[in-house]
């Protein structure tokens, strides 16, 4: 029960984060790179959030999607800890418009939490 509690938290969290960067316009295509995303990926990330949301919340192939949730999750925290680390702080672009504060520790803490929930979702 716990797996899937997890499951469906973090896979709200994917969809609303994926659904607001496309609400948010052109502000998400320049808040991503300015956060170290790949120009390449910018326009997949918010589908490929939506998408994998979706398969969390369901619970479909919980083993695999709570893996792809784990490790886009590692990525996301290792951009937000290499901004840090280098002294920059743009915008957190995390949740498209929802998301106007400067990176901080908080961010990292974040992540850290919705990957241990990604990992319940593995495990159990």
């Known amino acids: 029960m716990i797996g899937i509690i997890s499951s469906v938290i973090v896979g709200a969290v994917f ?7 496309i609400a948010s316009g052109q502000r998400w295509p320049i808040d991503a790179v300015a956060l170290g995303t790949p120009d390449v990926l910018v326009p997949v990330v918010p589908w490929f959030e939506i998408i994998l949301g979706a398969l969390l919340v369901a619970h ?3 083993a695999i999607t709570g893996m792809i949730a784990l490790l886009l999750l590692a ?6 800890v290499r901004q840090l680390r280098l002294g920059h702080r ?3 672009a995390c949740f498209g418009a929802w998301s106007s504060r400067p990176l901080g520790p908080e961010h990292v803490v974040r992540n850290v939490i ?3 929930l990604a990992l319940l979702t593995v495990v159990l």
Do not use: D, E, H, R
């Not at 990525?75 to 937000?80: K, P």
């Open 60 to 62: 479909i192939a919980s």
């Open 75 to 80: 990525v996301f925290t290792f951009l937000i």
């Open 90 to 92: 743009p915008v957190c």
């Open 15 to 21: 969809c609303v984060a994926g659904a607001s960067k």
């Open 114 to 116: 919705l990957m241990a």
